[in-house]
């Protein structure tokens, strides 16, 4: 049987993780872990383990205990926290992955799923349709440390025969959980303020272009590359991935076409500049024909899906 740990559990993609992991594959088949626990009732069905994902021991214990097949290491500190802190940043991000790898290495799991992400890309790369080949060369400590966390993976797989699969995720926008500290955050906050009635005030510039994605895409995407049999994963680095594509202005007028009183206020700050260094679309045509990806959110039914949620 299939038996899933996933690591940064509480987290907002973790939360949305852990659902789609229970209806697939069976409420005990799922194991939450994360330094703490979240308050969602349905995740909270899975058996949770407290863990420091950082802590090289207590990793080997608890996937050695829980005895998972499976490790989703999602664990990282994100872009706009990461330039307050970045060497805290490197060390979470790096550590914790190269724990997980070691056990895999160690024959302890079979497979590891961790995601890289858009900010792998930097100032030098094509802005739109950005390719899966191209100058990776980030400007952010996040972006460094996924850049790294790629290659490691492909060392993993290369040289021990790890079986790592990685998607680079684009900004993900979903109305379970909140995000942590992101610099696409700003469109999950858009929803509850339209929600609510409340003014928006925007972080980034009106026109800032970033490549988003529905939660529901993400948890299938991860899904279904790690349901693909090994042989036609042919990335062991990560797998560009693309949802839809929208500025905040644009973001702004969807919304309003169901509130239309919704108004943005454009405020930017620091991240605008780490959002200026990301592309605008992502080409990913090696996940589309290797594995078959294909989303099915564009940014009207992402709006659509969001204001339905969050209102009902
Ligand atoms: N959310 C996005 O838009 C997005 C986009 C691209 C890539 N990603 C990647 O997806 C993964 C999950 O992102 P997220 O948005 O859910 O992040 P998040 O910040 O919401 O969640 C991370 C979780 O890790 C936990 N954590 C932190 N330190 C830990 C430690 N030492 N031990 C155990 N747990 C610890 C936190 O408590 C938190 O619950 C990350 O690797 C991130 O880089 C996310």
């Known amino acids: 049987m299939e038996k899933n740990l996933v690591i940064g559990a509480s987290g907002q993609l973790g939360i949305e993780l852990i659902l789609g ?9 799922v194991v939450a872990s994360d330094i703490k626990k979240c308050d969602d009732e349905l995740v909270n ?53 190269i724990n997980v790898l070691d056990c895999a290495k160690d024959g302890i799991i079979e497979k590891v799923f961790w995601p890289s992400s858009i900010a792998v890309f930097g100032p030098n790369a094509p802005k739109n349709r950005t390719p899966q080949e191209t100058f990776c060369e980030p400007t952010t400590i996040y972006g460094v440390s996924k850049v790294a966390g790629e290659m490691w993976c492909n060392y993993y797989h290369d040289k021990y025969g790890v079986d790592v699969r990685s998607l680079r995720y684009p900004g993900l926008i979903g109305h379970r959980s909140m995000p942590g500290g992101g610099t696409t955050d700003y469109a999950v906050e858009a929803f509850y303020k339209a929600i609510n009635g409340e003014k928006f005030e925007c972080y980034l510039d009106i026109h800032e272009a970033l490549p988003m994605m529905h939660m529901e895409d993400a948890v299938r995407s991860t899904l279904e590359l790690m349901a693909a049999p090994a042989e036609i994963i042919k990335l062991r680095t990560s797998y560009n991935l693309s949802g839809c594509s929208f500025s905040p202005g644009e973001l702004n007028d969807e919304i309003a076409k169901f509130y239309p009183d919704f108004v943005t206020k454009y405020s930017p700050d620091q991240r605008q500049k780490i959002a200026a260094s990301w592309p605008n679309s992502i080409d990913d045509s090696r996940a589309r024909e290797e594995w078959n990806w294909k989303p099915e959110y564009g940014t009207k039914e992402l709006v659509e899906s969001m204001l339905n949620a969050l209102s009902n």
């Open 21 to 29: 992991l229970q209806k697939r594959f069976g409420i005990d088949s």
């Open 45 to 97: 069905r899975s058996e949770f383990i407290l863990l420091d994902a950082t802590d090289t021991n207590s990793v080997r214990k608890v996937i050695f205990e829980c005895g998972c097949t499976t490790v989703y290491h999602l664990v990282a500190m994100l872009s706009a926290k990461g330039e307050e802190n970045p060497k805290a940043a490197w060390d979470l991000n790096m550590k914790s992955l």
